[in-house]
């Protein structure tokens, strides 16, 4: 990025739509949109006026009209990156967009990078980096609940949180560095070890308190991976069609029918649901079939949660427990007996004695019964493993960088407390700034240049 220099980027995706928009941001904003805008009133007053909508067409520098456009100017500091701003309202196409965003360039902007005017947001203290990541993870939502999540983190809840502890941090501090400049005037006698160890505690609770539910908000954001396993013909096919409501896989009546792994999304509880169907898992020379077989197994491995399709027209066989072993202890598990449209043979009693708190759903996929209550399962697994009764709303942290910026600053609280009595208090005051300092990374205050372009450039053009 040049500083000061006027940036232009598509800001909505490419492809058909009512609007599409082409934002300018910068100092030279108004005077390049003039270029190839011509307003279709002569007698607008003052033109232009802040924050109105200019009815016009973009022309070419031949003067051939490309669209018919409305445009808005917004000057600085009022902006969303506190510098002056056009946005061009034109018919969203993909050469419609393309053409004007070339006119743009050719006029005089320069082409903004991934995330660029966020970060101009951020580095004109309009936002800081908290409320950047929560730009993106708003973009980025899969599901109401991570929409939530995201506007919380742009009201600032995690910035209000962080400095508050960062603002004690500075008052434990300010008595020691007075302390250490003017030991005639501060004795160390008179310094409350008990009084600070406690105020240090007190911080340490605090911010253990924001990392719970962390897990849970990462996956409200990113989604869970729900992986279908079993034996061929079993129904995991239909199951993931009837989840779906689409037409995903193909179903016939001849085992080994997938002998890949599909997978679709959907959203149940507001978890954003990324729903696996893998291949019927049996011994097979068939070297596709043993490939698709890998590839199931790789697949329930790294799943959140495990579906594990039964046919309840079948006796339990050395198979299905070949199948069963697959599941890891750390993943949620739900048993469907399928197929209960035919005479019944597997009974769910069988698992009591080996499975006693797992999850059985009785189901028929040709007839769509037990649907309703295997999504009830899935949303049931998923509050368990994220503990979402036990957390309830809990605080915002949602990304890795948040949560590893605050284990590192618990770190050294408690290094500070552990040597309050130990060492010298230069020490605990050092270990104190090192948490201060870590904290600061979230906010964007104590981040390095370097980090900070590796975090925007996560963003997608435009924004």
Request: glycine share 8%.
């Amino acid at each position: 990025m040049i500083e000061n220099d006027t940036i232009a980027a598509i800001s909505t995706p490419l492809g058909e739509g009512g609007i599409g928009i082409v934002r300018l941001s910068g100092p030279e904003s108004f005077n390049i949109a003039s270029k190839i805008f011509e307003i279709s009133s002569k007698k607008a007053s003052g033109f232009p006026v802040d924050r109105f909508l200019y009815h016009g067409f973009i022309k070419d520098f031949q003067n051939n009209i490309v669209d018919e456009v409305l445009v808005a100017y917004m000057s600085a500091p009022h902006t969303y990156t506190r510098e002056d701003i056009v946005e061009i309202n034109c018919h969203s196409g993909i050469f419609t967009l393309r053409t004007i965003q070339k006119l743009v360039l050719e006029a005089g902007a320069s082409l903004a990078e991934p995330g660029e005017f966020t970060k101009r947001a951020f580095i004109n203290g309009r936002i800081d980096l908290s409320q950047a990541e929560a730009v993106m993870n708003m973009v980025r939502a899969r599901s109401e609940q991570a929409v939530k999540i995201a506007a919380r983190g742009l009201q600032g809840e995690v910035t209000s949180k962080v400095e508050k502890v960062r603002e004690s941090i500075i008052a434990m501090r300010a008595p020691l560095e007075a302390l250490f400049d003017y030991p005639e005037e501060f004795p160390e006698e008179e310094l409350s070890v008990i009084s600070l160890t406690v105020h240090i505690e007190d911080l340490i609770g605090y911010l253990k308190e924001m990392l719970k539910g962390t897990e849970r908000n990462r996956a409200y954001q990113e989604g869970v991976s729900v992986a279908i396993i079993g034996k061929p013909n079993v129904g995991k096919s239909s199951l993931l069609n009837i989840l779906l409501q689409q037409q995903r896989a193909i179903v016939h009546e001849l085992p080994g029918t997938t002998r890949d792994v599909l997978e679709g999304y959907l959203n149940l509880g507001g978890y954003p649901i990324r729903l696996i169907d893998t291949a019927g898992i049996q011994g097979t020379i068939d070297p596709v079939e043993k490939q698709g077989i890998d590839l199931s197994r790789s697949a329930a491995g790294q799943a959140k949660l495990i579906i594990m399709v039964l046919d309840g027209s079948e006796n339990w066989s050395e198979e299905d427990q070949e199948i069963l072993n697959l599941r890891q202890q750390d993943q949620g598990f739900i048993i469907v007996i399928n197929k209960s449209d035919l005479k019944r043979k597997l009974k769910p009693d069988i698992f009591s004695k080996y499975l006693p708190d797992v999850n059985i759903v009785e189901a028929s996929a040709l007839e769509g019964t037990g649907i309703k209550e295997l999504e009830e399962a899935v949303v049931n697994q998923l509050d368990r493993k994220y503990q979402a009764e036990k957390f309830g709303e809990s605080p915002i942290i949602v990304t890795i960088r948040h949560e590893e910026s605050i284990k590192h600053a618990v770190e050294h609280l408690e290094k500070a407390k552990e040597i309050t009595t130990e060492q010298p208090l230069e020490l605990v005051s050092l270990e104190l700034q090192n948490a201060w300092d870590k904290l600061g990374e979230i906010t964007g205050d104590t981040i390095n240049e370097d980090l900070l372009d590796k975090i925007f450039k996560e963003f997608c053009l435009g924004k």
